[in-house]
């Protein structure tokens, strides 16, 4: 079963993944990503270390930002 992410979800991962390339990631981010984690994984009904590991593998299998 596919787990579905919203854009919203994506881009906040994003965000965060950017700042860790540039070694610049901020609590506030990383805060908010795990949150944000958190709420769609209880919205979809869905382990939320599924949903993140999920999220991380699409966003981080992507060509490095920049590139």
Not at 40 to 64: F, T
């Amino acid at each position: 079963m596919a787990i579905e992410l919203s854009a919203e979800l994506i881009q906040l991962e994003q965000e965060a993944w950017a700042e860790i390339q540039a070694g610049s990631l901020t609590t506030e981010t990383a805060e908010a990503v795990q949150a944000a984690i958190t709420t769609h994984a209880k919205n979809i009904k869905m382990n939320r270390y599924e949903v993140e590991m999920e999220l991380k593998r699409r966003v981080r299998s992507r060509q490095p930002i920049g590139s």
